[in-house]
Every structure is written in structure tokens, then in C-alpha cells.
């Protein structure tokens, strides 16, 4: 099976500074890759996905970004952090069969 | 994909079975009902999925009505550690758009002593 790598666990961040979210996936090979986000309180909002290098889609306008420079490596970014990017951001994978997801341990964002 | 339907909240006692239902009444053909679960301030984590017949496996079981527009899963011996939000899901499995799952709100599962 898959093991998600997700970095830091916990973040505070004044509004106005940037952001950088790092996940890496280990135990498998051109994984689908995905970046959602959780509100307190909420259910699990897709933001990004990836099915491979360098291809990024977008599933809500937003003030943030995600980028893939290795297949086996998802970041997401934001240039200026808003009070209402707080929330719990998950980094997922799939296998090519799309079967199951597989998701990190998360990164709590705090935007002060 | 199709949309479904779930109870906010559920409570059960500690070592009987917990029977979570989902509707699913415009599940088309070729969907799968696949089921997660989310521990307070963990990411969520697969249990089971199926097309029409029933599953089982380590974690649960999953009934499926033989018309496709509901479904049951059944952790057959709930401990404390089942507390947990879960969630139904419905979505094409092996589809071109690339895996993505929509999920909802969730059942809260409460597993009390």
C-alpha cells in the first residue's frame, strides 16, 4: 500500500505571509495526487489533483496553488495567506486504477 | 456522480454491531459505493466498496439492496476506537476523471461504553 508523507503536522501563519505544503507518496509510480481542505466543522473540500508532472488542475478559484515538479511530489502554495485559508489540508493518492485513496496525516493551518 | 444521503449522527454501544445507512436513489449503473472513515484530526481512511453484491472484509461489511438505492455498513463489533466520521460515497470506479472523490458531510459515529 501507499504511505503519504505530509509536512508540518501544525502551522501558524500571519495573514499576508506565504505558504508552502510539501507531501511526498511513497510505494508506488505515477500516482493520481490530490490536495483537499477542511474547514472546522466541515466536510472535505478537492482543491487540486494531479495525474502526472507539471499537470495541475483546479477544482475551486482560490487563493492558493499547487505544483508537481516529481511524480511523486505535490506542493501546495499561496503567495499571501488569507484569514480564510485556515483549515486541515489533506494530501491524498491514488494508484492508476483509482481504486482507493490513500491520505496523509494532514497539516492544521492557522491563519492569524 | 451520484449524490448521497446520510444521518448526522449515530450512537452506538461498545461491542455491538453498528449498522450505518446511505441512500443512493440516482446511483447509476456502473457506480460504486465505496465507504471511508475519518478519525478526529487524522485523514481519512478507506473500509470497503462494492457494486451490487455484498462485501465483507477485516473492517466491515457493506449490504447493498438488490435495487442499488441504498446501502448498509456494518462494523459487526464496535469499539471505542470506530468513533469516527464516515462517509458514503458514490463514484465510477476506473473512471476518466481521474479518481476524484466528492464527499459530503458524513455520519458521525458515536461509540459510547
Known amino acids: 500500500s501507499q504511505t503519504i508523507h505530509q509536512w508540518p503536522a501544525t502551522l501558524v501563519q500571519p495573514v499576508g505571509s506565504p505558504l508552502s505544503l510539501e507531501c511526498t507518496v511513497e510505494g508506488t509510480s505515477n500516482p493520481n495526487l490530490y490536495w483537499y481542505r477542511q474547514a472546522a466543522g466541515r466536510g472535505l473540500q478537492l482543491l487540486f489533483y494531479?495525474?502526472?508532472?507539471?499537470?495541475i488542475s483546479s477544482e475551486v478559484p482560490q487563493n492558493l496553488s499547487a505544483s508537481r515538479p516529481q511524480d511523486r511530489q505535490f506542493i501546495l502554495s499561496s503567495k499571501k495567506l488569507l484569514l480564510s485559508d485556515s483549515g486541515f489540508y489533506l494530501c491524498?493518492?491514488?494508484?492508476?486504477?483509482?481504486?482507493?485513496?490513500?491520505f496523509g496525516s494532514g497539516t492544521q493551518l492557522s491563519v492569524l | 456522480d451520484a449524490k448521497t444521503t446520510q444521518p448526522p449522527s449515530m450512537d452506538c454501544a461498545e461491542g455491538r454491531a453498528a449498522n450505518l445507512p446511505c441512500n443512493h436513489s440516482t446511483i447509476s449503473g456502473n457506480e460504486y459505493v465505496y465507504w471511508y472513515r475519518q478519525i478526529h484530526s487524522q485523514g481519512p481512511q478507506y473500509i470497503i466498496h462494492g457494486l451490487k453484491n455484498n462485501e465483507t472484509n477485516e473492517m466491515a461489511s457493506l449490504i447493498i439492496t438488490e435495487d442499488r438505492k441504498s446501502s448498509t455498513l456494518i462494523l459487526p463489533h464496535a469499539t471505542l476506537r470506530d468513533t469516527a466520521v464516515y462517509y458514503c460515497?458514490?463514484?465510477?470506479?476506473?473512471?476518466?476523471?481521474?479518481?476524484?472523490?466528492?464527499f459530503g458531510q458524513g455520519t458521525t459515529l458515536q461509540v459510547k461504553p
Open positions: 491524498a493518492s491514488s494508484g492508476a486504477t483509482n481504486e482507493k485513496l490513500f
Open positions: 460515497i458514490v463514484r465510477v470506479y476506473r473512471s476518466s476523471n481521474t479518481g476524484k472523490l466528492i
Open positions: 494531479s495525474v502526472g508532472i507539471g499537470q
